[in-house]
C-alpha cells in the first residue's frame, strides 16, 4: 500500500522563474539548489510526511546539494496546513511569486 509520495529535482530549468522574483536568493545562485515540489501522504498515516521530507534532506545532502526550496500557495487561497508543516521543519519565506494568477510563497532550507 502507497502511504505517501513526495516529488522534487534540481533547480536547474527552473532556477530563472526563482531568481528573478527572490532577491534574496541571489546569494546563493551558483549554489546546489533541490526543488522540492511536492509532497502527498494518504489521510491519517501517521508522521509519513516527516519521514518522507527528512529521507529527502539525507539524499539531498548526499547527492551534495546545500538548499532546498519549495513554493506554496498563498492566494487564491492560503495553504496554511503546509506553509506550517515546512516551516516546522526549518524552511523559511524568502519572497513570493505570482504566476498565472496564483501567488506562490517560496521557502528555503538550509541543509
Known amino acids: 500500500e502507497v502511504l505517501g509520495y513526495l516529488t ?3 533547480v536547474g530549468e527552473y532556477k530563472t522563474k526563482f531568481f528573478e522574483n527572490v532577491p534574496s536568493l541571489e546569494k546563493i545562485k551558483n ?5 522540492h515540489k511536492q ?12 519521514k518522507l521530507l527528512f ?7 548526499n547527492r551534495g546539494y546545500s538548499h532546498v526550496i519549495c513554493r506554496i500557495v ?8 503546509s506553509i506550517s508543516f ?3 521543519f526549518g524552511f523559511q519565506k524568502i519572497g513570493s ?3 498565472n494568477g496564483v501567488t506562490l510563497g517560496n ?4 541543509l
Open 39 to 50: 509532497i502527498v501522504k494518504k489521510p491519517n498515516a501517521t508522521k509519513i510526511g516527516k
Open 107 to 110: 521557502y528555503l532550507k538550509d
Open 97 to 99: 511569486t505570482e504566476e
Open 31 to 35: 549554489e546546489k539548489i533541490f526543488y
Open 86 to 88: 515546512h516551516e516546522k
Open 74 to 81: 498563498h492566494a487564491p487561497f492560503c495553504n496554511e496546513t
Open 55 to 61: 529521507a529527502m534532506f539525507n539524499e539531498a545532502k
Open 8 to 10: 522534487g529535482c534540481d
